[in-house]
Nanobody
């Protein structure tokens, strides 16, 4: 069974950068669609970036487009979320998720989840 372990996150000042990692075991992550989700304080979990299982097409939610980059490193069985020009409204718990569907952009379609990592953007 696929297991996802996240790393990265922490406290960063506005305008700063962070990289989140989502490392898989128990399966070959390149065969899965992977999504990154963000849950802000008092908000629902929302999909902000995704990479397709079919042809590695990419998706970004409007609020992160141009600032965040999702990528795969198949040799490391890992998917990354590179975050730049961070804003206070990016604060929240970030989750990676994977499934054998073509896309994982909503929580309902994700079968496998990372443990979550907190990102705080503040002075």
């Amino acid at each position: 069974q696929l297991q996802l372990v996240q790393s990265g996150g922490g406290l960063v000042q506005p305008g700063g950068s962070l990289r989140l990692s989502c490392a898989a075991s128990g399966g070959n992550l390149e065969n899965y669609a992977v999504g990154w989700f963000r849950q802000g304080p008092g908000k629902e979990r929302e999909g902000i970036a995704g990479i397709s299982s079919i042809d590695d097409k990419l998706y970004y939610e409007d609020s992160v487009k141009g600032r965040f980059t999702i990528s795969r490193d198949n040799a490391k069985n890992t998917v990354y979320l590179e975050m730049k020009s961070l804003k206070p409204e990016d604060t929240g718990t970030y989750y990676c998720a994977a499934d054998l569907n073509a896309w994982v952009l909503t929580p309902q379609v994700a079968r496998y989840w990372g443990q979550g990592t907190l990102v705080t953007v503040s002075f």
